[in-house]
């Protein structure tokens, strides 16, 4: 029953000592999320703005509607 506990166990102690910890982030880190923050904006920016723009138009046209 024990058994894939202890299993488990030694494979994080081996990959503790495989990987010894590292406090904080450093500059690439924070260059490769910039990009990664800077890639997803560029691909939903499109999408975002025709969104809007598909709003504003049914609005418009919902208004101008009413208006006669």
């Known amino acids: 029953m024990l ?3 202890f ?3 030694s494979f994080v102690d081996r990959l503790r ?3 010894p ?8 880190e924070y260059g490769l999320m ?7 904006i560029a691909f939903a920016l499109p ?3 025709n969104a809007i723009l598909g709003i504003f138009t049914a ?4 208004l101008n509607t009413l208006a006669g």
């Open 3 to 5: 058994q894939p506990l």
């Open 7 to 9: 299993q488990c166990k």
């Open 17 to 19: 000592r495989r990987f």
């Open 21 to 28: 910890e590292e406090k904080g982030v450093t500059a690439p």
């Open 34 to 40: 910039l990009g990664l923050v800077a890639l997803a």
């Open 47 to 49: 999408n975002i703005t």
């Open 59 to 62: 609005m418009s046209t919902t």
